[in-house]
């Protein structure tokens, strides 16, 4: 199989950066697109509360984006990215149905007790919300611990 378009969510933590260096590998292997997108959940949904880097950041996403994007294209990787708001599995299954993408990569963050929570209630949810393949990285318990 071949992946033109890879859409990559980013939630601003360590974790959802873990993907990045596996990505470079797959871009390159499958000369593909990248967008990587970031929703900031809208305050009735469930989604994630902000991490700690975005907090530090000022909560400025659209600066920790460009900066992600530039460290890729640094690196040769064709990349755009993109913000949006809401529920954070919704959009990301209707940003990659939109904008045609062939995978979907994320990391889940792995942590609690129960298997849908260990996967991620947002990747367990793309995953059973869509048709799009996605791929699932699951980062060290170094970095899920920080």
């Known amino acids: 199989m071949r992946y033109e378009k890879i859409l990559v969510p980013l939630d601003g933590s360590r974790q959802a950066e873990y993907i990045l260096p596996q990505l470079e590998a797959m871009v390159k292997a499958f000369d593909a697109d990248v967008t990587l997108l970031h929703v900031v959940a809208d305050k009735h949904t469930n989604g994630p509360e902000p991490t700690r880097s975005q907090k530090d950041a000022g909560t400025d996403i659209t600066g920790y984006m460009e900066h992600i994007a530039e460290a890729l294209r640094g690196k040769k990787v064709r990349c755009e990215w993109q913000l949006t708001h809401g ?14 993408a062939d995978l979907i990569i994320m990391t889940t963050h792995g942590q609690g007790t129960t298997k849908k929570v260990r996967t991620g209630s947002v990747a367990m949810e793309i995953i059973s919300s869509n048709q799009i393949p996605v791929m699932l990285v699951r980062p060290p318990i170094s970095i899920l611990d920080r």
């Open 87 to 100: 529920d954070p599995a919704e959009e990301i299954a209707k940003f990659a149905a939109t904008d045609m």
